[in-house]
T-cell receptor
Framework: DADVTQTPRNRITKTGKRIMLECSQTKGHDRMYWYRQDPGLGLRLIYYSFDVKDINKGEISDGYSVSRQAQAKFSLSLESAIPNQTALYFC?????????????FGPGTRLTVL | AQSVTQLGSHVSVSEGALVLLRCNYSSSVPPYLFWYVQYPNQGLQLLLKYTTGATLVKGINGFEAEFKKSETSFHLTKPSAHMSDAAEYFCAVSDLGGGSNYKLTFGKGTLLTVNP
């Protein structure tokens, strides 16, 4: 079984709808991240959480919110989806080792907002 | 603030040829440097990373990269390309943003095509 899972894998929705993307991990890591990937732009950090009570905005958090329900679960919500949020979304986890932490990525969720 | 520049959004090589993917970074403090690979329809996986110590780092699948502080570079190489190397490659830098606030900043990626 995969260590980092994301649901759904694909989602098509309409402008204005609320959407939740879910991430679960079995690696036992404290740190979790949400990124979006757009062609030609690489990965950009949306939110990150260093433990259940510590949630931080990344570089592109506007229009998104997150919830860390447990050490193993980190959800990303789009309160009112808009077409420019069409992208590939990745969840990642890491374990703090004093720097140079390796991040482990889920398979991604492809979101299309019409 | 840290940043990463990957020179060439698309690199094409012949099977058996040298692979060279370029990465330059800027960082206000000594960085940690990474190369990740993304195969079609998959998430990213770590190829190799530099933290401290030896500046030539060996990774999976025959890839290696050399940290050159004077050139602020961390180029990825493989002596002989294989068809299975076709993927998108991302360079990333992590440095201390305050406290234990290590975060990754990614380059925009280089798509590697391998021709038979």
């Amino acid at each position: 079984d995969a260590d980092v899972t994301q649901t759904p894998r694909n989602r098509i929705t309409k402008t204005g709808k609320r959407i939740m993307l879910e991430c679960s991990q079995t690696k036992g890591h404290d740190r979790m991240y949400w990124y979006r990937q757009d062609p030609g732009l690489g990965l950009r950090l949306i939110y990150y959480s260093f433990d259940v009570k510590d949630i931080n905005k990344g570089e592109i958090s506007d229009g998104y919110s997150v919830s860390r329900q447990a050490q193993a679960k980190f959800s990303l919500s789009l309160e009112s989806a808009i077409p420019n949020q069409t992208a590939l979304y990745f969840c990642a986890t890491s374990d703090f080792t004093g720097g140079g932490d390796t991040q482990y990525f889920g398979p991604g969720t492809r979101l299309t907002v019409l | 603030a840290q940043s990463v520049t990957q020179l060439g959004s698309h690199v094409s090589v012949s099977e058996g040829a040298l692979v060279l993917l370029r990465c330059n970074y800027s960082s206000s403090v000594p960085p940690y440097l990474f190369w990740y690979v993304q195969y079609p329809n998959q998430g990213l996986q770590l190829l190799l990373k530099y933290t401290t110590g030896a500046t030539l780092v060996k990774g999976i699948n025959g890839f290696e990269a050399e940290f050159k502080k004077s050139e602020t570079s961390f180029h990825l190489t493989k002596p002989s390309a294989h068809m299975s190397d076709a993927a998108e490659y991302f360079c990333a830098v992590s440095d201390l943003g305050g406290g234990s606030n290590y975060k990754l900043t990614f380059g925009k990626g280089t798509l590697l095509t391998v021709n038979p």
